[in-house]
Every structure is written in C-alpha cells, then in structure tokens.
C-alpha cells in the first residue's frame, strides 16, 4: 500500500501499462510503416542556417538505439551562431525500440539539469504554436539548452507519456507507430541562457517546415 501511496510509483505503473497496451495493440495488427527518405537528404541549407559538419553516430550508439535512421549534423547563421541537430526516426515500435528521453541520456552522459520546462513555439505551417521541452544542463563550466519534441504521426509531442498515450492510439487507429525524436542543442556563452534559447527557437522555426516535409504524415 506504501508503495500504491508514492506518486511516482502510480506514474511508473501507468506507463507500464500503457507501453504493455501499445505493444499489444501494435502485436495484434497488421503495422502500416511509412516509406521515408533517408535522413541523410535532409536540406543543408534553410533560412539562414548552412550545414557545416555531419558527425557519425557511433556503432555502440546505433546498437542501443535501435534507430532506423539518425542525423547528427551541426549548423551554423550568418551571425556564426551554432546549433546542432540530431534526428532519430523509427519506423515502427513493435518490438520495443522506441526514443530515448534526452532527459535520461544527458544526465547519464555527465550533464546535471539546471532547469526543465514546455514553452510554445509558432512556426510556419502548422496550426498554432507547437510545444516543446527546452531543457538546460551543464557539466562543469559548459552549459547548453536542449530543445526537443517527439514528431508523430500528425502531432507534434513534447511529455514522455503523452508520446506514450498517442502510440497507443495511434497504433489502434492507424495501424502505425513511427515516430522521430528532433533535438537542437546550443551552447550557452557567458551564461546568456536565454540568448542560446532564442537562438534555438530560430533555428527550429527555420527547420520546421523542412520537417513537416521529409518526415511521415
């Protein structure tokens, strides 16, 4: 009863439950997975922003992520402001391969929260604004601001158990269960969080078109 009694013990049990009833709705059904162009096609050049580098994804990552295809590419402005963005897209979570939460990966990598919170992004061809994690870590002296969102099938998800909630819906309804992580890290310099905030909103206004057009509908 204790345990029933500790709030995030009830949380952990409903996203058991729910990503048991996912993959049982997904089991159960004929899966319609979507035919995607490979990521590395993705535009290197968009409103103002030009790719300078791509970086390979290490083999161990690849193995535990159990992605179908990623992007690791950095780019940079006219005003030599620098993001970074890397994509993870899974054609299906049948088998249990799904996205890995930045808020699990970072701080497991050295990186402590400085804060977390959802804000509202407006971008161009969607139907109001999106919402999305902005996420701000350091590790000693650096400090970064990580924005991401899960992008599914016609919705754009920013909490870990709504993405959850919607597979199973989606996989019921749709027979589908694909979904990409989208995550744009930039640097903060001399501690100007909301300077690398803004400049990370820019850049995902940019690249949200881009998005909508290389990605599954």
Not at 64 to 69: E, I, S
Not at 129 to 156: A, C, F, M
């Amino acid at each position: 009863m204790t345990f029933l009694n500790n709030k995030y013990a009830r949380a952990l049990t409903l996203v058991l439950l729910i990503q048991a009833a996912a993959f049982y709705a997904i089991a159960m059904r004929h899966e319609n997975t979507p035919v995607v162009e490979p990521l590395t096609f993705f535009p290197t050049a968009f409103n103002g922003w030009f790719s300078v580098k791509d970086i390979a994804v290490e083999k161990e990552v690849q193995d535990v992520l159990k992605a179908d295809d990623t992007l690791n590419r950095v780019y940079v402005n006219q005003a030599r402001q620098e993001a970074s963005l890397w994509i993870a897209f899974f054609k299906t979570q049948r088998y249990g391969q799904s996205p890995h939460s930045p808020k699990n990966c970072l701080p497991g990598s050295g990186w402590e929260k400085v804060s977390d919170q959802i804000i509202p992004v407006t971008v161009a061809d969607w139907d109001g604004p999106i919402y999305i994690n902005r996420y701000v870590v350091e590790h000693g002296d650096d400090k970064s601001v990580t924005l991401y969102w899960y992008q599914s099938h016609r919705r754009v998800i920013a909490g870990e158990f709504a993405a959850k909630f919607w597979l199973v819906a989606d996989s019921i309804r749709y027979h589908r269960s694909d979904t990409a992580l989208i995550r744009v890290v930039v640097g903060v310099h001399n501690g100007d969080v909301e300077g690398a905030s803004n400049t990370g909103i820019q850049f995902i206004q940019g690249l949200f078109p881009q998005v909508l057009q290389k990605l599954p509908l």
